[in-house]
């Protein structure tokens, strides 16, 4: 069993930064993508960004990029996340989840094990 564990929300005001912290333990088998998703209230869950399973690639939604990075930590089985120029549309709660295989999916429906989520909250 894969358990996963969010830090690091908060309130910020719009232009700020916040960084999310996501620790994973328990086995798991194969190769692995290790990766963040937002959902804002009576929205679906959306995909934020992810690292490839051989961390030699990531991917970003379009919404995100050049604001976010993502990044991982191999040895302590941690993914973070940065969250820079914040935007009041950020606002969503946030989730670290894992999929098996080497590539991200955009769709949640594709990964098995989630944290319990943290809240984000951009104020303008």
């Not at 051989?54 to 939604?61: R, T, V």
């Not at 670290?96 to 590539?103: E, F, H, L, P, V």
């Amino acid at each position: 069993q894969v358990q996963l564990v969010e830090s690091g929300g908060g309130l910020v005001q719009a232009g700020g930064s916040l960084r999310l912290s996501c620790a994973a333990s328990g086995r798991t088998f194969g190769p692995y993508v290790m990766g963040w998703f937002r959902q804002a209230p009576g929205k679906e869950r959306e995909f934020v960004a992810a690292f490839t399973s051989s961390g030699d690639g990531f991917y970003y939604a379009n919404s995100v990029k050049g604001r976010f990075a993502i990044s991982r930590d191999y040895a302590k089985n941690t993914v973070d996340l940065q969250m820079n120029s914040l935007k009041p549309e950020d606002t969503a709660v946030y989730y670290c989840t894992i999929r098996a295989g080497s590539n991200p999916s955009t769709r949640h429906k594709d990964y098995y094990y989630w944290g319990q989520g943290t809240q984000v909250t951009v104020s303008s």
